[in-house]
């Protein structure tokens, strides 16, 4: 049994990628982040940074928005490419394992210095949780993040009744 595919990369880059678990594991250690409990507010687990999947998949300089996917709940984020290619990553371990759903696995966005809700492009709710594709773009693509307050505690309420 092949194992499965836990994150899609598409859009303007070189090489389209469909990563397992032992390809996200393998990618360079250069790019890859032990232990994100310092950088990302007490989170847990391992990951890779942007920068690393941008390398993988030989993103086009072109591209200048990355748009995070997650099929699971039908949550989009798109964002400013150059306000994250740096410091954002992409946590999918924990203690050597996948990352769980219920840790918002299989992978989870996360910027370090994100703003708050609704601030900004680059804001708390882009940390985007069972992402399973990165689409990059020129100009900017889907995105339902919430628009309004009522909205967005509205997303809140939800996540908690399902307890992510
Ligand atoms: N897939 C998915 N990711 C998501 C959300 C969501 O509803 N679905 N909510 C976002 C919002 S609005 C915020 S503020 C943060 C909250 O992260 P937390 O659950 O770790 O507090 O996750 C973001 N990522
Ligand atoms: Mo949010």
Redo the contacts with the bound molecule.
């Keep these: 049994m092949t194992e499965s595919i836990l994150l899609r990369i598409t859009g303007e880059v070189g090489q389209p990628k469909e990563l397992t678990f032992a390809d996200l594991t393998a990618i360079d250690p250069q790019f890859q982040i032990a232990d994100v409990s310092s950088q990302a ?1 007490g ?1 847990k687990g391992m990951a890779v940074t942007l920068a690393g999947l941008l390398n993988v998949a030989a993103v086009k300089s072109s591209a200048n928005y990355l748009t ?1 996917h ?1 099929a ?6 798109s964002i400013p490419l150059d306000g994250v290619r740096e410091k954002a990553f992409l946590i999918y371990a924990l203690d050597g394992a996948p990352l769980a759903v219920k840790a ?1 696995g299989p992978c ?2 996360f910027v370090p210095d994100h703003l708050a ?2 601030s900004a492009e680059i ?9 399973d594709t990165l689409e990059f773009t020129v100009g900017k693509g889907h995105d339902n ?2 628009h309004d307050d009522a909205a ?1 505690a509205a ?2 309420a ?2 908690k009744s399902h307890e ?1």
């Design positions: 507010g989170r995070l997650a699971a709940d039908n949550f989009h984020a918002g989870r966005f809700c609704r804001d708390e709710c882009a940390n985007v949780k069972f992402v993040r919430p967005h997303l809140h939800n996540e992510h």
